[in-house]
Each structure stands twice: as structure tokens, then as C-alpha cells.
């Protein structure tokens, strides 16, 4: 039971290149969430899924855009990469909508340059 | 303003001493509250949970809340060098149209020196 895996673990990237992150949970949970996490900011939601085929926005969508085709797995997408992207994302899932539930991957860091 | 505020620390201790933690709030909607634990280069690790005001103790742990001053703490008993960590601090208000959105604090570091 691997838990909650992220790919890749860093990635360093150009400004304008795209590029997916994945995430996959083994624990058959139906609810998915992608978070930044920036110096003094804290842990960020961009997106969240309550299901297989559902997305919604969270607090800090613009520039990323998601996809939830498998319950298992929820990706993440830049479609053009900004420096203002660069940061450490993390992915998590939740047996319930309870959010006390919410089980951490370990994170992807990205730098744009 | 941020909605959650923490101070970043960091916070040095010597082993065995009490590590005091806490969070301010401006939204008196927030009805849950969580504390975890991150790890240098680790994701967080849910420590402790407690919904509404009150005191909740989990072995070295203990966490409080007081809505009425919108304040949240978190103290760890015997601390340890395995204790050293960044504490984030988070909440929700828990209804139906924000159930997934957590709001958290920066977090603080604690480092336990032995």
C-alpha cells in the first residue's frame, strides 16, 4: 500500500513549455486535491475532485487545468509555464468530503526559469 | 490580510521542553481545525483534528481552540529531536460549498535540540 505517489519528484522547466503532474492513491479514495505550497504562503488549493470525470476549482486555478479520467488518478496540467508557477506542489486524497481525512503526497517541486 | 496567520519561526527548544504553537483566524465560520506535521522535503501528516472549541490530547499532543478570541494552539509535551518539523495549522468551515477548501496557515518551524 504505496499511498498517495506523485511524479515526477522535480522538474525544472522553461517559461511557455507544458507538462503534467501525476498523482495516484491505492487507498480507492473518491476525493482528490492539487495544492501549491510557496514561502509564508502556506498550503494552496488549485483544484479538487469529488469523483471520477468531476473537477472543481479551488482557490488558485488560473494557469492549471486537471483531469480525473481514473478514480486512482487526478493529473495536473501547465499549459504554459510561468516563473510564478515555480513552486512545490502536492497532491492528497480523502476517504470523505471530511477534510481532517486528507492524505499528503510528497510533492513535486518545480522551477520555471 | 491572510485568512490564517502563523508565525514562520523558527522555534528552538531543548529536548524535553514544551513546544507551544499557535494560529489566529478572522473567518468565525471556521468550525474545523487541524494541525499537521511536514518533514523537510515531505509531504504533511495530519497530527491532530478537533472540531468547534476545546481541548483535545493525543498522548505527547495536545491541541486547543477558542473561537471566541479565534485562536488555535497546539503543545507538545517531552518534546524530541524527532519532533523538529514545520507545523502547519489548518481549518475549514466545513459546509456543504467549501468542504474542500482548507485554509492554512504558512506554518512554523520547531527545531528540538538534544
Known amino acids: 500500500n504505496a499511498g498517495v505517489t506523485q511524479t515526477p519528484k522535480f522538474r525544472v522547466l522553461k517559461t511557455g513549455q507544458s507538462m503534467t503532474l501525476l498523482c495516484a492513491q491505492d487507498?480507492?479514495?473518491?476525493?482528490m486535491y492539487w495544492y501549491r505550497q510557496d514561502p509564508g504562503m502556506g498550503l494552496r488549493l488549485i483544484h479538487y475532485s469529488v469523483g471520477e470525470g468531476t473537477t472543481a476549482k479551488g482557490e488558485v486555478p488560473d494557469g492549471y487545468n486537471v483531469s480525473r479520467l481514473k478514480k486512482q488518478n487526478f493529473l495536473l496540467g501547465l499549459e504554459s509555464a510561468a516563473p510564478s508557477q515555480t513552486s512545490v506542489y502536492f497532491c492528497?486524497?480523502?476517504?470523505?468530503?471530511?477534510?481532517?481525512?486528507?492524505?499528503f503526497g510528497p510533492g513535486t517541486r518545480l522551477l520555471v526559469l | 490580510q491572510k485568512e490564517v496567520e502563523q508565525d514562520p519561526g523558527p522555534l528552538s527548544v531543548p529536548e524535553g521542553a514544551i513546544v507551544s504553537l499557535n494560529c489566529t483566524y478572522s473567518n468565525s465560520a471556521f468550525q474545523y481545525f487541524m494541525w499537521y506535521r511536514q518533514y523537510s522535503r515531505k509531504g504533511p501528516e495530519l497530527l491532530m483534528y478537533t472540531y468547534s472549541s476545546g481541548n483535545k490530547e493525543d498522548g505527547r499532543f495536545t491541541a486547543q481552540v477558542d473561537k471566541s478570541s479565534k485562536y488555535i494552539s497546539l503543545f507538545i509535551r517531552d518534546s524530541q529531536p524527532s519532533d523538529s518539523a514545520t507545523y502547519l495549522c489548518a481549518m475549514s468551515e466545513g459546509a456543504t460549498d467549501s468542504w474542500g477548501k482548507l485554509q492554512f496557515g504558512a506554518g512554523t518551524q520547531v527545531v528540538v535540540t538534544p
Open positions: 487507498m480507492n479514495h473518491e476525493y
Open positions: 492528497a486524497s480523502s476517504v470523505t468530503a471530511h477534510q481532517e481525512t486528507q492524505y
